[in-house]
């Protein structure tokens, strides 16, 4: 088993990206627990529901060419299916690399709170900000130098700025570049809702959603605070994902 931890230079309590920790295969991840930023948003969307063990994706479980041909019962058999993912050595559930082109309408949110608390500030000015988290052709194991070379696609959109604690974005689209070669059990979408003020905007609220948890059509988000606790927004999007 394989760990990786946060430097001790870390002196703010930052975290790294376990998601690229994922993709390399290491199985624990470990976060600083003292704030709240990217790291642990990823891996609440990573989690969310499984009550903390999630079965790695079968391109990184090893090779499924062992096969049931050597049991001499279907009781053998069975064991070896279920061992081997499905009958014969195939997985029950392969995981698949795929090319996915995902936009998200944006169309409401409800009971955003501000920053102070006091959903009906004058100077209350929420806006959505989308991050895709998908690996880059220079994070993977098999990268080459062309991949490095290469520029990265801009996996980052927000809506226009609205006001109040039930913001209307009236079905703003935000569209993302293909993103190709990925697996989806690996790949989130996350959701940030911040204050436009000057200077730093504040986050106000978010969520993180693994891509293969990601539905398709009209869907409520449930929001959570900046201490990762469940509060009572929600935004109203569309989601439209294609997958080649």
């Known amino acids: ?16 990206d376990p998601s690229f920790a994922w993709r390399q295969g290491i199985q624990v991840a470990a976060l600083n627990w003292q704030r709240y930023d990217k790291g642990m948003m990823l891996n609440k969307g990573m989690f969310a529901g499984s009550g903390g063990w999630v079965l790695k994706p079968s391109e990184y ?20 299916a279920v061992n081997d993912g499905g009958p014969n050595g ?7 690399r795929r090319k996915v082109n995902l936009s998200i309408e944006i169309y409401a949110g409800q009971n955003i709170m501000a920053g102070d608390g006091k959903s009906n500030h004058k100077s209350f000015h929420p806006y959505v900000a989308c991050h895709l988290h998908v690996e880059r052709p220079k994070d993977s194991i ?13 996996y ?36 940030k809702i911040k204050d436009d003020e000057i200077g730093i905007d504040d986050l106000l609220a978010w969520a993180c959603i693994r891509l293969d948890r990601l ?25 439209s994902k294609r997958e080649e």
């Open 90 to 96: 195939v997985q029950a559930s392969t995981s698949v």
């Open 61 to 80: 479980r090893g090779s499924a060419a062992r096969s049931s041909s050597t049991s001499s019962s279907p009781q053998e058999q069975m064991a070896a």
């Open 142 to 154: 098999h990268a080459t130098s062309k991949d490095y070379d290469s520029s990265d696609p801009n």
């Open 1 to 16: 088993m394989m760990r990786t931890y946060p430097s001790g230079m870390r002196v703010d309590s930052s975290n790294l």
């Open 215 to 239: 539905r398709q059509g009209f869907r409520f988000i449930r929001l959570f605070d900046t201490n990762g606790k469940p509060t009572d927004g929600i935004l109203l999007v569309r989601i």
């Open 156 to 191: 980052k959109c927000r809506t226009k700025t609205c006001s109040g604690a039930d913001p209307d974005f009236g079905g703003q689209i935000l569209q993302f570049p293909s993103a190709p070669g990925i697996l989806e059990e690996l790949s989130f979408v996350r959701f």
